[in-house]
């Protein structure tokens, strides 16, 4: 930062928010996504090396849905966790995909991060300025992909980087029409959760 300031150039805010990332062990987060096909709303849950649950609260309000890295299986409660029927799933099995192909274990901030530094690699970044998003002051960036270069089908991400803890709190993906994908926004972070183990395996 130091240097930054004394050489007139700014720091890089997304490299900078992708190294802090590294050091997040777990986080949970209410996640709301928009897009064509209808709304989400999921109680995320995350824990390193790549533990994930899920509860929905829209639609399928009740379901359960706990991916464990080590057995690269999913395991899914359509009415509630511990409640019959249970399924044991792949990551990649149709039933449990987003309705933009997401699987379950590339769902989190990590695999977002990924995707936008890929897109930096063969576009352009901008700094587009401080925002406020749901009360929180955030860094409105935006990654463009050049010519035709896209990744998993998103040409534009726009993130809002929380100024204070450098999550994103939105995040908008374009296609190289413009148009937009999806719009995630998420609420109520908290970031290195005490998450009990029960959590991911019921």
């Known amino acids: 930062m130091l240097a930054a300031a004394l050489t007139g150039t700014p ?4 490299a900078s928010a992708i190294e802090h990332y590294q050091s997040v062990e777990s986080y949970r987060v209410t996640i709301h996504s928009s897009h064509t096909d209808g709304e989400e709303h ?3 849950y995350y824990r390193k090396p790549g533990f994930v649950r899920m509860e929905f609260i829209r639609p399928h309000e009740g379901a359960v849905l706990v991916y464990n890295p080590l ?3 999913v395991r899914l409660w359509p009415f509630g966790a511990g409640h019959f029927p249970e399924f044991n799933l792949s990551p990649g099995n149709l039933l449990i995909q987003s309705s933009r192909g997401q699987h379950v274990d590339r769902s989190d901030v990590g695999a977002l991060f990924e995707n936008v530094r890929m897109l930096r690699g063969g576009g352009t970044t901008e700094i587009l300025g401080e925002e406020s998003v749901d009360g929180h002051a955030a ?9 035709n270069f896209a990744v998993t089908g998103v040409y534009r991400y726009e993130l809002w980087l929380d100024t204070a803890n450098q999550f994103p709190v939105k995040v908008i993906s374009r296609n190289q029409q413009d148009d937009i994908i999806e719009t995630v926004t998420m609420e109520a972070l908290e ?8 959590l991911f395996n019921p």
């Open 71 to 73: 057995t690269r299986r």
């Open 139 to 147: 860094l409105h960036l935006a990654v463009t992909g050049t010519g």
């Open 11 to 14: 720091p890089d805010p997304l």
């Open 191 to 198: 970031i290195d959760a005490v998450l009990p183990e029960t």
């Open 42 to 44: 999921i109680r995320y």
